[in-house]
T-cell receptor, first 113, second 115 residues
């Protein structure tokens, strides 16, 4: 079974802090994704990566950056956290074949105070 | 314009009955794929079923089937013989072209199964 592990299930940070959300997958998948989920809006793509050190902006990249130094790990960085970044964050991975589904981690519920 | 639309914020169904969750999509790409995911209250996203735009037959996976009507751009999920454990949020999502497998999600439908 594919395992996508997010480092924290719940996280509380303060406005202005630099926040790191970590995601690790164990299936050698090329593609990795970060989404945020908000009520009534579904999941929205923040950033994705199709290879080591490669990254592409998604639909809502403002205020975020990412890092992929190793194939199995994809980090989401909130450069200076703001209250409007309070949300559920979901990481996913997928093999190169486009018909394959994305596999998701359990999510990190992030609160910015 | 919304690329994926789920018009039912909430649905109720009696246990053992069938239920249809609606999904319409908008794309001009001839190659695309449609996915359905289930999200229980615990939060994890569970993949249910996939339909490719060139697939000739509607996809089925156990109690899940996808009513794919290409001309109408709809990809409704049908759950047969509902169970209490089917109570969850359900998301429809679309991948356009190869696009590195990026998915665009709908707003979701909360399904409640009554005993």
């Amino acid at each position: 079974d594919v395992k996508v592990t997010q480092s924290s299930r719940y996280l509380v940070k303060r406005t202005g802090e630099k926040v790191f959300l970590e995601c690790v997958q164990d299936m050698d998948h090329e593609n990795m994704f970060w989404y945020r989920q908000d009520p009534g809006l579904g999941l929205r793509l923040i950033y994705f990566s199709y290879d080591v050190k490669m990254k592409e902006k998604g639909d809502i990249p403002e205020g975020y950056s990412v890092s992929r130094e190793k194939k199995e790990r994809f980090s989401l960085i909130l450069e200076s956290a703001s209250t409007n970044q309070t949300s559920m964050y979901l990481c996913a991975s997928r093999p190169r074949l486009a018909t394959q589904p994305q596999h998701f981690g359990d999510g990190t519920r992030l609160s910015i105070l | 314009a919304q690329k994926i639309t789920q018009t039912q914020p909430g649905m109720f169904v009696q246990e053992k009955e069938a239920v249809t969750l609606d999904c319409t999509y908008d794309t001009s790409d001839p190659s695309y794929g449609l996915f359905w995911y289930k999200q229980p209250s615990s939060g994890e996203m569970i993949f249910l079923i996939y339909q490719g735009s060139y697939d000739q037959q509607n996809a089925t996976e156990g109690r899940y089937s996808l009513n794919f009507q290409k001309a109408r751009k709809s990809a409704n999920l049908v759950i047969s013989a509902s169970q209490l454990g089917d109570s969850a949020m359900y998301f429809c999502a679309m991948r356009e072209g190869t696009s590195y497998g990026k998915l665009t999600f709908g707003q979701g439908t909360i399904l409640t199964v009554h005993p």
